[in-house]
């Protein structure tokens, strides 16, 4: 897991690099290494060393004094595919993946990422054809940023933040803004950024540069979730198990460190699932090494889960951590993560970096945790709102044995939208009645769940969630890995029928049974969806926390922005500091003045005038 940087046909010094390399020093604080073939490539590594610490192990790696990479990420089958190039006559000089990813290029071209099982960015050059190989992971769970400069000369990042010295003109691109705002969960899906000049490189594609070439990159799809060749039981039972196998392949593989591993847990299924697994095989996988978890804990508010993990605790026999959030402690520094999450989002980064911060000053570089799973299996309440007529007695047993007032009681909309896709339009007042029904656009292939599911998974909510904690963590320089997204999972997820999800008045079905003796009944069956969220309602009764924001107000950067309208958000900050805020409308506040703590977040941390 690392910081990479890379240009090519761009005539910079050795010191010009090392300072743009350095903006993403946090993503890889353990060593760095820059290489170049004359000036025709230039490739930059900050290193977070996981896989094989020794100095074998160290980027930018060379082989056949030909190919050289730079290297982002977790291969997590690499022994078994170092298995196969030994067999195919290849050898190796490190036990790291990365030589492992190098090889595969050598041995199967591009299509060497069909047989990864992991999340990587990455460059590789080709120093005979003077050729150029980018490519990202499947669910983009590693970032990757391009842009061209003047005609056909490329740089390539893991942050814009390295890419910002490049530019002849830092310019930050209002109508991106304008719309990510508006439309936050729908930007990280797109190749759009917030600062003009720079695209997302997106995921599950690779792209081959040669130098010469214009300024635009060739870029390929190599994977898709609906895999039609899967093959599962039509017996709810078999499938059970078949997503209990890979699931526990998917920890296992993912345990594989040569340091020590953490998860960061609450107190839900899809942590709690992980923290089971992980136990049972830790001797085994393990060895040496230790295993930790770290839950933040929001004393005072609906949102601490506090209690649920001292169960697992118990059942699990956990070396666990409890960190008590308190954003008053990092009021300082609020702006500088602004500069670090480099994004426009709605929500406080403090509880995460806080969270992710403790875990790597406990001396753990690796956090295995739960993410993915509500967006493949349906752990949302509006996902409800995709069943259709056919659907309708597994929505009426959510009803039935959902006594509690919460957030996955599904809503009518659910019973709208039975009506509006299932009935033929011979029935105009049955129409009539689902018309406020929202419009779920069917995804050929799939039922519309599935495709609702698709959509939150690779459109919305996971892209984005992906992006936050892939800054949160690495702000602190920890790896999070996610056995959910494991590439078989996400195919099997779409191959399952919505009745594997919602089943006896229970969403993620499949994922609850799957445990079912394993995580405790009170968490595994527990409707209750807390999620962790930042409790900002609570936070803005402290008059620390309210004075902070309102002195934000008074500065002369605030009423200069250029991102957002100073007299607008002022009014909007009094006008709801008068009333007892719930949590969308605290949350607004934040939401209101984020783009002005970028903007100054840049300003005073950014490295925005040009080297070259």
């Known amino acids: 897991m690392c910081g990479i940087l890379g240009v090519i046909n761009i005539n910079i010094s050795d010191n010009g690099f090392k300072a743009a390399l350095d903006t993403i020093a946090h993503r890889g604080p353990d060593s760095y290494g820059i290489w170049r073939d004359d000036n025709k490539a230039v490739l930059g590594h900050r290193r977070l060393a996981i896989i094989d610490l020794s100095t074998s192990g160290q980027q930018p790696m060379q082989v056949e004094n030909r190919y050289t990479i730079t290297f982002n990420g977790e291969i997590y089958n690499f022994k078994e595919l170092r298995v196969q190039l030994h067999k195919l006559g290849h050898s190796f000089e490190s036990d790291s993946d990365t030589e492992i990813v190098l090889k595969s290029y050598i041995q199967w071209g591009k299509d060497c990422v069909q047989r990864f099982n992991g999340m990587w960015a990455m460059g590789i050059w080709d120093s005979t054809k003077n050729e150029l190989f980018l490519s990202r992971d499947r669910l983009g769970k590693k970032p990757l940023f391009y842009s061209f400069l003047d005609g056909n000369k490329l740089v390539f990042s893991s942050e814009m933040k390295a890419i910002y010295p490049f530019q002849k003109k830092f310019e930050y691109d209002l109508k991106v803004i304008e719309s990510a705002k508006e ?243 011979k029935f105009p007042l049955l129409q009539k009645i689902a018309s406020n029904a929202p419009t779920i656009h069917k995804i050929e292939g799939l039922n519309w769940l599935n495709s609702e599911l698709y959509k939150a998974s690779f459109k919305t909510i996971l892209p984005t969630l992906l992006r936050n904690y892939d800054r949160y963590s690495m702000i602190n320089g920890v790896e999070i890995r996610m056995p959910f997204l494991d590439y078989r999972l996400v195919e099997l997820a779409f191959a399952l029928p919505s009745t594997s999800k919602f089943r006896n008045g229970f969403t993620k079905s499949i994922v609850r049974d799957a445990f079912n003796k394993k995580v405790p ?54 006008a709801l500091f008068n009333e007892n805020l719930d949590f969308l409308e605290a949350s607004s506040l934040f939401e209101s003045i984020n783009p002005y703590l970028l903007e100054e977040g840049n300003k005073k941390y950014g490295t925005l005038s040009k080297v070259i």
């Open 521 to 574: 009944d009170e968490i595994l069956y527990n409707k209750s969806k807390i999620g962790f969220n930042a409790p900002i309602n609570a936070w803005v009764k402290n008059a620390k926390f309210k004075d902070w924001l309102l002195d934000q107000t008074e500065s002369v950067a605030f009423v200069n922005s250029e991102l957002i309208d100073s007299k607008k958000v002022k009014s909007k900050i009094n």
């Open 183 to 425: 439309n936050n969960f729908t930007y990280e899906s797109t190749d759009q950024c917030i600062v003009k000049g720079i695209k997302r490189f997106p995921a599950a594609s690779s792209a081959i540069y040669n130098l010469g070439d214009k300024d635009e990159l060739v870029i390929d799809t190599y994977w898709s979730a609906l895999n039609k060749s899967i093959n599962i039981s039509k017996r709810y039972e078999d499938q059970v198990i078949q997503f209990k196998e890979l699931f526990v392949d998917a920890c296992k593989l993912r345990m594989r460190a040569d340091v020590d591993i953490s998860t960061a847990l609450s107190g839900g299924v899809d942590s709690s699932a992980i923290a089971s697994v992980i136990s049972e095989y830790k001797d085994e996988v393990l060895g040496a090494h230790e295993y930790k978890t770290f839950t933040a804990s929001f004393t005072g508010t609906d949102l601490d889960e506090t209690d649920a993990v001292k169960t697992l605790q118990k059942k699990f026999n956990l070396d666990s951590a409890f960190i008590n959030i308190n954003p008053i402690d990092d009021l300082d520094n609020i702006t500088h993560q602004a500069y670090m999450f480099e994004e426009i989002y709605y929500a406080p980064t403090v509880p995460f970096v806080q969270l992710y911060k403790k875990i790597k000053s406990s001396n753990y570089k690796v956090s295995i945790d739960g993410h993915g799973a509500d967006e493949l299996f349906g752990g949302y309440p509006f996902i409800l709102d995709a069943l259709t007529i056919d659907d309708l007695p597994d929505v009426y047993k959510l009803y039935k044995h959902n006594n509690q007032l919460n957030d996955l009681r599904p809503s009518k909309v659910s019973f709208s939208n039975a009506l509006k896709f299932a009935l033929p339009h």
